[in-house]
């Protein structure tokens, strides 16, 4: 390793990050935070990220359950069974639309092997939310209430789990010398393309390094600043269940323009179109007719108390 090669770096910030790992325990020197050779798997910092996002999350959410009176064994009970089929979902999704990939090979084999990357989040979102419909029915909980309190607690899983996509050294975008562009060892990253060996190749200190658009961290600094808005607005929403809709229509938003920046996207029946894409052009676009609608309603529902003063 070339001492004077920083693994990641911010050329325009200034910052440069040397000896980033990848492991919480590896069996590479270079890349683990515990080096313990012969250790029988490598536990990877995206995991470590992606559990303290779960845990934040949860705690975010008790601390909303608390203050609004609600039950904290309620949302106990939505992460107990929310985790695994978020987990389902992030995985169904990913292997739905990327099955090509993976045909004449075991489902079963290849649904557990998530140590070779492909989780979506909008599967997980959809996981979350069928779990939350189901312990709805189960407690006589509307699905609203369940989806208002846990809105901003997604949000910041997602910004948490994100950053096991610094530590792996993916989700990045196409060449950029903007003012975040980031540098990263060649020989550290993961899905690189073509395009990229050919536009984003740039060398120092006698290393060669990817110069990328770090989209994993646009896609962080929004959400946190989406969760923040969500958590602030919400005392004051007009009707149950607009919090989940301004989740969604945000969120989409944001993905929408992180996706277009993306170099390893997953593209939609050879259109030539980001799934991911398509997939938050619905979200925002339904959130936002219901949003619309949701409004409506509750500036009628105003009305006659207004007119009765």
Request: no cysteine; proline share 4%; net charge positive.
């Amino acid at each position: 390793m070339q001492y004077n090669a920083p693994d990641i770096w911010f050329p325009n910030l200034g910052l440069r990050l040397n000896s980033v790992p990848r492991y919480l325990i590896g069996d590479n020197p270079d890349l683990s935070i515990i080096y313990a050779p012969g250790f029988p798997v490598n536990i990877f910092l995206y995991a470590i990220a992606i559990i303290t996002g779960i845990v934040s999350a949860y705690f975010l959410a008790i601390w909303y359950v608390k203050k609004s009176g609600q039950k904290v064994e309620d949302y106990l009970d939505l992460l107990l069974l929310g985790v695994p089929m978020a987990f389902l979902g992030l995985r169904l999704y990913y292997l739905i639309f990327n099955w090509d990939s993976y045909s004449g090979q075991n489902f079963i084999r290849v649904f557990f092997d998530i140590r070779g990357g492909g989780l979506a989040i909008y599967g997980g979102i959809i996981g979350a939310a069928l779990a939350a419909t189901i312990i709805g029915v189960r407690k006589n909980i509307p699905f609203t209430v369940l989806a208002d309190t846990g809105a901003p607690s997604m949000l910041l899983g997602q910004v948490i789990g994100r950053w096991g996509n610094f530590f792996n050294r993916e989700a990045f975008g196409s060449y950029s010398d903007g003012l975040f562009a980031m540098r990263i060892r060649l020989d550290q990253a993961h899905y690189i393309t073509t395009e990229l060996l050919e536009t984003a190749v740039v060398t120092a200190y006698g290393v060669d390094y990817l110069q990328v658009h770090p989209t994993f961290l646009y896609e962080a600094a929004f959400n946190f600043v989406l969760m923040v808005a969500l958590i602030f607005y919400r005392p004051h929403k007009k009707f149950s269940g607009e919090i989940l809709l301004l989740y969604f229509l945000g969120y989409g938003v944001i993905r929408f323009f992180v996706e277009a920046l993306r170099t390893d996207q997953m593209i939609f029946a050879n259109t030539g179109i980001p799934l991911n894409q398509i997939t938050a052009v619905l979200f925002a676009v339904v959130s936002a007719g219901l949003l619309i609608a949701g409004h409506l309603r509750a500036r009628r529902a105003e009305s006659p108390s207004k007119r009765r003063r």
